[in-house]
């Protein structure tokens, strides 16, 4: 990575870690998804050489009790405006939608999109709350794929882990899992990446979980578009093998999520 392009993410990624930090600041603990369906937040920002801002949605979630999901989808494209100078847009959020499982899982899924210079998009997940789960299994997946729109070719550099990946998953207890590395496509192409932890099956978090969250932190090219979906579980132990198949979340929820029946 050249350090012109370093010194980019590191002035740009001031702005969406101090968003970042203010849009989970915003999220008070409740007593559980179902008892408190609107004490949800997600937190959208961009930051850039144009400035900083951000914006936040108090999800409606329309639930399936047969299902047991709990889903929402932005209506339309919203504009993320600078906050020193509110008629400068940074960036576009094309969609944006979750679901949302208390048993518990959180499905995310978005596409934005940069505008004339590179910019950093932070994008939070809901923060759900739940009663502890003890010594309890979990498994993170999540994928990008961005898009050149102008013919110079796309570049996305993950916020996490010395910007390297681009996707965080964490409990109460810290940090889960970073996934997703950085991405390149060549002129008037798209490429992704995606990746899922552990490989295969789950594993084991140590301690008493009550609370959990996703994001995606990354640098995005100029005029280029970004779309992403994860999936992160968090549940009781599974006394016996199972198996988890996770897809890429639509705008109508989760496309795909099984799990074996806990005996």
Do not use: C
């Not at 409740?30 to 914006?55: E, Y």
């Not at 929402?72 to 993320?80: F, Q, T």
């Not at 100078?85 to 940074?90: G, I, M, V």
């Not at 890429?248 to 005996?263: E, N, V, Y």
């Amino acid at each position: 990575m050249s350090s012109s392009l370093k010194s980019r993410i590191g002035a740009v990624l001031v702005g969406a870690v101090l968003l970042a930090a203010v849009a989970a600041g915003s999220v008070a603990a409740g007593p559980g998804l179902l008892d408190d369906p609107f004490g949800l937040v997600i937190g959208v920002s961009a930051s850039s050489q144009a400035g900083s801002g951000s914006t936040f949605f108090l999800p409606e979630l329309v639930f399936d009790p047969d299902a047991g999901w709990g889903t929402w989808n932005l209506a339309g494209p919203v504009a993320i405006y600078s906050s020193e100078n509110p008629e400068q847009a940074l960036g576009i959020i094309e969609s944006l939608s979750t679901a949302i499982n208390p048993d518990p899982v959180i499905g995310f899924t978005f596409n934005v999109k940069a505008l004339d210079v590179d910019t950093v998009f932070n994008i939070s997940s809901v923060t759900l709350s739940f009663p502890g789960i003890a010594f309890p299994d979990a498994v993170a997946s999540a994928g990008i794929t961005i898009t050149d729109n102008n013919g110079d070719g796309a570049y996305l550099v993950g916020g996490y882990v010395s910007n390297t990946l681009a996707y965080q998953a964490q409990t109460n207890l810290g940090v889960y899992a970073h996934l997703v590395p950085n991405i390149t496509a060549l002129p008037n192409q798209s490429a992704t990446a995606s990746q899922t932890f552990p490989v295969m099956g789950f594993n084991t978090i140590p301690g008493t979980v009550t609370s959990m969250q996703t994001s995606f932190t990354f640098l995005l090219s100029a005029h280029d578009a970004a779309s992403g979906s994860s999936v992160f579980y968090v549940g009781p132990p599974i006394p016996e093998p199972a198996s988890m198949t996770l897809a890429a979340m639509g705008l109508a929820g989760i496309a795909g999520l099984r799990r074996k029946a806990r005996a």
